[in-house]
């Protein structure tokens, strides 16, 4: 079964930068999708980016595209979301998520494995 740990979240001022890790064990990771998504309280969970399992296709949300880029080394078993030009707005939790196919879901209940996710912090 696959297991999913972030790291990399912090602390960080509006314009800065941050890279997440999402490394996975327990199977290999090259049949599967990945997504990054977040968590605002009382904003429920959105999605923020995902790759699809041969890491040929990516999407984003409007709110990150152009800002963040995931990419993902299928030997090392790691995905990564490359953060910058931090807002405010991108203040949450990050969790990344798997799902045992090849294509990208941009819904959560698209994914069966998940993280227990990172806090993000972007403030002045």
């Known amino acids: 079964q696959l297991q999913l740990v972030e790291s990399g979240g912090g602390s960080v001022q509006p314009g800065g930068s941050l890279r997440l890790s999402c490394a996975a064990s327990?199977?290999?990771?090259?049949?599967?999708?990945v997504g990054w998504f977040r968590h605002v309280p009382g904003k429920g969970r959105e999605f923020v980016a995902g790759?699809?399992?041969?890491?040929?296709?990516?999407n984003y949300s409007s709110a990150v595209q152009g800002r963040f880029t995931i990419s993902r080394d299928n030997a090392k078993k790691t995905v990564d979301l490359q953060m910058n030009n931090l807002k405010s707005e991108d203040t949450a939790v990050y969790y990344c998520a798997g799902r045992p196919f090849i294509t990208i879901d941009f819904e959560q209940d698209g994914y069966q494995y998940w993280g227990r996710g990172t806090q993000v912090t972007v403030s002045s």
């Open positions: 790759i699809s399992a041969p890491g040929t296709y990516t």
């Open positions: 327990g199977d290999t990771l090259d049949f599967y999708a």
